[in-house]
């Protein structure tokens, strides 16, 4: 009966017919709010999406879109671009997808804004989407305890071989636990983190409690009272810290400045004894050189919860090295952090729509 009922609305909605009957005729109360329910929903800007359920999450969390928005998935826009094009007002990008190319953007003439979900903004052509009079967002602060929590899990798996553990333990041709399994200590230890932000800070706060010894490298230095919290100490070059830390963080935005800031040169000067734990971005990284570090015994780990590409190719020299340990870029992927992510992804494109102040647009420097 509902199905009819819309079916009804939607037919007589808009008709001459229809509105003089809707003057004398006193409707069910059902078909009056139906009637509401569908004018509200004819308000909401359109809003155009990477299919739901390409990532399960995704699909449970599409609800918070749809209270702001009509949505569209990139899949059907595609089949009649003509017709979707003139009434997107805004983008709302997740994992990268859709992407926003100038072949897709030029469709797109009512287009407010890109709202990317997540704060890695390197996929997209910032300038170029400016240019076209779009505003560019971003999410940054809610990703950083999840982020920063892999962080020190990756470190920790690294330097006490778990997965190694784990794999002996349920191996189904173990008798005996081996002694030989041994790992590193990480209480009393040297981190060194490069890119001091919101995820930076919040790794050091984590180290703390396991009395770490923590030196970091940032484009800026953070004030003495930030250091102080976290008994940081500030390197004005990079190479100081490569050469007295354990364990290397990389927290860093992937910039031109960025790309490949880790190196043949850069690795050499750290410990045989260290370990380079990458949550940044795959690129910040020479990934040849990396394996010839780890292969030759330059350094002795990496953990790297990013990669490029993403995934590697099934035969990269990484993947069969058993002093690496890699995880599928799964920084912010807990329920509460996706969730928040959307939530500030939506607020973002809302306020751009509707011309307000945006909570976290990304502004050129």
């Keep these: 009966m509902r199905s009819l009922y819309v079916q009804c609305v939607r ?5 001459t017919q ?26 909401k800007p359109w809003a155009l999406l990477s299919a739901a359920g390409e990532q399960d999450y995704l699909e449970a969390l599409t609800d918070i879109m749809k209270k702001h928005f009509q949505i569209i998935c990139y899949r059907d826009f595609l089949q009649n671009p003509q017709l979707h094009g003139p009434k997107i007002q805004a983008i709302l990008v997740w994992g990268a997808c859709p992407a926003a190319k100038p072949s897709m953007l030029s469709l797109l003439p009512s287009l407010k804004v890109v709202a990317n979900g997540g ?7 910032v300038p170029y989407i ?69 995820i930076g800070f919040k790794i050091a706060q984590r180290s703390k409690g396991f009395d770490m010894k923590i030196l970091y490298y940032n484009r800026n230095r953070r004030s003495v009272e930030d250091e102080q919290a976290v008994g940081a100490s500030y390197c004005q070059n990079m190479d100081d810290l490569l050469k007295e830390s354990d364990f290397v963080m990389l927290v860093v935005n992937l910039t031109p400045e960025t790309t490949g800031l880790i190196g043949h040169r850069e690795l050499s000067l750290m410990k045989p004894t260290a370990t380079l734990v990458n949550v940044s971005r795959g690129l910040v990284v020479d990934q040849d050189a990396l394996v010839k570090a780890l292969q030759s015994g330059t350094i002795r780990a990496a ?8 995934p590697l190719p099934r035969n990269h020299p990484l993947l069969g090295l058993s002093n690496v340990l890699i995880t599928p870029h799964i920084g912010t992927n807990t329920y509460a952090t996706t969730r928040r992510m959307v939530q500030r992804m939506v607020e973002n494109a809302v306020a751009a729509v509707k011309g307000l102040p945006i909570p976290n647009e990304v502004k050129l420097k």
């Design 18 to 43: 229809a509105s003089q009957l809707f003057k004398v005729t006193k409707l069910p109360r059902s078909v009056r709010q139906l009637q509401h329910k569908i004018a509200m929903e004819e308000e």
């Design 11 to 15: 037919k007589l909605w808009g008709s």
């Design 130 to 198: 400016n240019s076209l009079g779009v505003k560019v967002t971003n999410t940054p602060g809610v990703v950083s305890d999840a982020t920063a929590d892999i962080s020190m899990g990756l470190l920790l798996a690294s330097a006490r071989k778990i997965v190694e553990g784990h794999q002996i333990a349920v191996d189904p041709k173990t008798t005996h636990i081996p002694q030989w399994l041994m790992g590193v200590e990480v209480t009393g230890s040297t981190l060194g983190i490069i890119g001091m932000g919101h």
């Design 303 to 310: 953990a790297l919860d990013v990669t490029h590409p993403e």
């Design 119 to 125: 704060v890695g903004i390197d996929h997209l052509d």
